[in-house]
């Protein structure tokens, strides 16, 4: 590397540096660090991330209504933030109220049905895996596919349509 070249990098490194000290404390700010300025800045970048994961965007929200059927979107939002924090918690009857009978579950290149509410709180362990729940609670808003189908969450692990003018998981991917 030439001289010119690692002093024009060195000096962006140090105004890099520069712009993000002011997000530091008075404390942090007397012992300066690279390694301090990374978390700063990942924590920043962390932070940025996260106000967009309950966002959705414009088009989504247009989407919704008028192409998966909501009422509206507070309709859909809601409900899935009620259904996040129920499968959080392991609340399995508030999960169980949240499905739209029959509910298909595809499993393996299988097909079968779970048709009512107890039948579901009974085999909850084996419907909602490792892998539904994952998705689910990696799932941003600002990504959600919506479709006439209604919303797919993850890579297809759950969709969630309005049924009888009331939001519901109609299918689980395992």
Known sequence: MNIKKGITIVMTSVLAGSIAMPALSVSAQADTTTSTVSTVAS?????????????LTAEQEKRLVSVAGFDNVKQFTGFYANLRRAVANGNKEAVANRISYPLVINSN????????????????????TAKVKKALANQRLDKLFI???GVMIGDGEIWIAPMNNKPGIYAINQ
């Open 43 to 55: 924590t920043e970048s962390t932070a940025t991330t996260k106000a967009k994961v309950d966002k």
């Open 109 to 128: 290149n299988k097909k079968r049905s779970i048709l009512n509410q107890s039948q579901f709180i009974k085999e909850y362990n084996t419907i909602m």
């Open 147 to 149: 479709r006439d189908m």
